[in-house]
């Protein structure tokens, strides 16, 4: 004989709900494998990361003969004759950085650092020294140079000028900061800071300082043809003279 639970009917549910709680069902396990993949996909693409960020032999034996190399090179320019450096027009240049990375000697990316120029598409205004003219010829693949004009370099200034206080970049924007600290030399706004450079003044060194590199755009495609060869001989580095001005207005 049947139970009288056996022989109750089973409670009757719709269709409509029966529908829901499949899709309900089908949710969650959808959800669940969402995260399990999250969770455990970004160990994977971290792990393969570190593994692709790991140095061949191979790898570090170009790198050290690139560096030996720059260095064999470097020794070479310093050794051209004075005569082979151009007869300057102005006291005043402008540096741009547009090479350098692992294929650098220390001793080069420390004459780098002494210019000023620490980042690749940084510059910096120098006073055309003989010393200047020394560094700069070591390190021409690097860098090219020029002579800025009135126009370009206030706009550079303006735009890009900032003061360094408390090793932190403070815009151009309040002449109480430019006084504070160079009020002292007769220089209490960016105007005077515009003289200064402009005319490669007494406290040109201490304006400089203050202000630091300016950090330029990056150039568009085709403006930089990564060469390292010298500007005259159809690459990106060394004098470019006048013609630093177009490369700085595409670069402002």
Known sequence: ?????????????????????????ELAITRRTQLELGKYGAKKSKKQSDVSDIKRPEQFIKEFRDKELDLIRMKQRAKRPKSMIPKL?????????????????????KILYNLGLRKLFSGVFVKATEGVM?????VEPYVTYGYPNLKNMKELIYKKG????????????????????????????????VHEIANVGP?????????GPLMLSKPEDGLIKGKKQPYKEGGDAGNRGDEINDLISKMN
């Open 1 to 25: 004989m049947m139970t009288e639970e056996e022989g109750q009917p089973l409670p009757y549910v719709s269709e409509i709900v029966l529908k829901k709680r499949k899709i309900r069902d």
């Open 89 to 109: 027009r102005s006291n005043l240049l402008f540096v741009i950085r547009l090479q350098g990375k692992n294929d650098m000697h220390p001793k080069t990316r």
């Open 134 to 138: 020394e560094m700069l010829q070591k």
């Open 162 to 193: 900032y003061a360094r206080i408390d090793k932190k970049a403070v815009p151009l924007t309040d002449n109480n900061i430019i006084e504070q600290t160079l009020g002292k030399h007769g220089i209490i706004c960016i105007e005077d800071i």
């Open 203 to 211: 406290h040109f060194k201490e304006v400089i300082h203050f202000m």
